[in-house]
């Protein structure tokens, strides 16, 4: 009987875990907040929840507090302008931290980040500080700046 219990116990617990995608797992990363509050401004949540997959360059709470605030609350007033910036940083298709080559990759947006990888991994201007968070649609990596379309 405890026998059946516990495999009972297993099973129901194995069903309820549910996969992430890449905005529950930003969300529960808990570092950003602002990247959250943006993309809900800017429509772009069931997007980011969609099949993908996705490679989002994050930046943290941290990296947004470096926005001066004006500016900050303005690009969040302005849909389209907020939709670029943010779109800019997701490409297309699961890219790996092992599978990054420096050079030009086209992003979501429609331009191009410039990923160099002397000295570390660079987006434009902004570090990588963390890699290869995986959501069940695609892959974070954190950066430490906001990169903005030129």
């Known amino acids: 009987m405890k026998k059946l219990l516990i495999t009972t116990l297993l099973a ?33 949540i069931d997007t980011l929840k969609g099949a993908g997959p996705f490679t989002v360059f994050a930046p943290t709470d941290e990296a947004f507090a470096k926005v001066p605030k004006a500016d900050l609350d303005a690009l969040l007033k302005d849909k389209a302008k907020l939709t670029a910036v943010l779109t800019y940083h997701v490409v297309p298709g699961k890219v790996m931290a092992k599978d990054v080559k420096a050079g030009m990759v086209k992003t979501v947006q429609g331009s191009a980040l410039t990923v160099s990888t002397t000295g570390g991994v660079m987006v434009d201007n902004a570090n990588v500080v963390k890699t290869d968070i995986v959501a069940d649609n695609g892959v974070i990596h954190v950066i430490d700046s906001v990169v903005i379309p030129k």
């Open 12 to 44: 129901t617990g194995a069903l309820a875990v549910q996969a992430k995608d890449i905005v529950d797992t930003a969300v529960a990363a808990g570092q950003f907040k602002t990247l959250a509050t943006a993309l809900q401004a800017a429509g772009l």
